[in-house]
């Protein structure tokens, strides 16, 4: 698990620090998930999955399995294709990713958000009474 880890993380031009940041570990930790002296924690592996952009059952399938199937060998180079199209019309995919990705996290976070908002409201929170998160 550790080299599919590692090379999705670097696939996703990401640190060790970043990772262990979004996942409340270290990067220490991450490290050590990297070279198979240990493994994140049951509870965070769909968390990594996620960060990494990865299927969780790729992360967990054995080394043979994970060789025949490489998601992520195979997107990588309709990736790069992609990139490289985008970057003659002057389009920076990463920017559109990161927006999207702030999107859909706003999407699916709306209702705590304004559950947040009423409660500061009620509560006199907000200094100037406009503040909303």
Known sequence: MGARIKFAREKMGLTQEQVGQTLGVTRNAVAQWETDRGAPATGRLGALAGRLGVPLGWLLEKPRQAAESAPVGTAMAADLRLLEEARQFGIDLHLVVV??????????????LAEVNAFMARNGLWCDGKRQF
């Open 99 to 112: 927006e999207a990705r702030q999107r859909r996290w706003l999407y699916e976070n709306r209702q705590a």
